[in-house]
């Protein structure tokens, strides 16, 4: 079915189009994020998530040629990297190491302690500009600031010879590393706002409210946040991953998302301080002399490049944007969808 005016507003407010067999045209079927199949691996413990990486990556050097990692300064593909010494490991680097460099350090600090080759996968607008359409054609819709850097680093990748490429996206919803959205009981209303990413109504003509899908959620005044969290907010992630390296026709591999915690998380713990406490205690496992590096995103400087953006232009889209009350990441939808729009007209 298309219904372009309710894929707009679902991309805006949740980075994907909820709705299964919903499309924003006919020309270009969406192709909706799928949670991880198959038969989960049970972890009660550190010990256990090691041995289940373990387990998961011991096949696949013997199927794989070459296998490439990519490598943030997180705690997540550090301890990947721990089980894959002397591979290949790609770390993006933006506006020429200068942004989020004490994370470029600890990549390399960690590709250093494991042997590993080290490529930088330099990014710049130019090169999220030559990215972006076979994204948004594999999607068949606007994307997540992330997938024309994945794909690039995807593409780099195949050139030298990288065969498989493992990442660590997973460890964050599986093992509760989103720990502003865990760090209280949250209000209906309150929740609904925080996880929206950009209210359709304020840019949109005719927006299209996502109220019902919290509605499943609700519970009185309340809402079931994990509800919320292991389905629609992991989902979306997942899918931003998968949908870059299928379009550059790379395997990838995520060794976190095939698990499933033995025991409900502890939202205590989380709460105090300690987001992904078994990804942590494994950390200090596989490397006791190095202090546990706290969680950032993957880098993308979206604030600088939409600096001087002044907002979408197409019919879609209102006339009265305040664009100067979103931030980078949310400029990035606006534009996004714009250029997605642009780019099935032109079909």
């Not at 594999?138 to 994307?143: L, S, T």
């Not at 600096?307 to 006339?319: A, I, L, N, Y």
Request: glycine fraction near 8%.
């Amino acid at each position: 079915m298309v219904d372009k005016a309710y894929c707009m507003s679902s991309f805006l407010a949740l980075r994907y189009v909820e709705r299964r067999d919903t499309h924003f045209s006919e020309k270009l079927p969406y192709k909706r994020p799928e949670l991880g199949q198959g038969k989960k691996i049970s972890v009660r413990t550190a010990a256990d998530v090691g041995r289940a990486i373990e387990a998961q990556l011991s096949p696949l050097r013997e199927r794989y040629h070459k296998i490439g990692l990519l490598l943030s300064g997180g705690m997540d593909s550090s301890i990947l990297a721990s089980f894959l010494p002397g591979c290949d490991a790609y770390t993006f680097r933006f506006l020429g190491g200068e942004f989020q460099a004490d994370e470029l350090r600890r990549a390399e600090r960690f590709a250093a302690v494991n042997g590993m080759k080290l490529h930088y996968v330099d990014i710049s607008w130019e090169t999220v500009e030559q990215s972006i359409e076979p994204v948004m054609r594999a999607k068949g819709g606007p994307v997540h600031s992330i997938e024309p850097q994945l794909y690039y680093a995807a593409n780099q990748a195949k050139r030298d010879g990288v065969d498989l490429l493992i990442f660590g996206d997973g460890a964050d919803y599986v093992f509760g590393g989103m720990d502003q959205l865990l760090s209280k009981d949250w209000g209906f209303d309150e929740f609904m706002r925080r996880c929206i990413y950009v209210e359709p109504a304020e840019v949109l003509k005719e927006p299209v409210s996502m109220r019902y899908l919290f509605e499943r959620c609700r519970r009185g005044e309340k809402i079931d946040f994990m509800g919320i969290y292991d389905t629609v907010i992991t989902e979306e992630s997942y899918g931003s991953y998968e949908n870059a390296f299928s379009a550059a026709g790379m395997a990838a591999f995520d060794p976190y998302e095939a698990m499933e915690r033995a025991e409900p998380l502890d939202l205590k713990r989380i709460r105090s301080g300690e987001s992904k406490y078994l990804i942590r205690e494994l950390f200090k496992m596989r490397y006791p002399d190095i202090p546990v590096p706290e969680k950032l995103p993957m880098p993308r400087p979206v604030d600088a490049y939409f600096k001087d953006w002044t907002g979408p232009v197409r019919p879609e889209f209102r006339s009265d944007i305040d664009m100067s009350r979103y931030t980078g990441n949310q400029k990035w939808l606006i534009w996004c969808l714009e250029r997605f729009l642009n780019m099935v007209d032109a079909l």
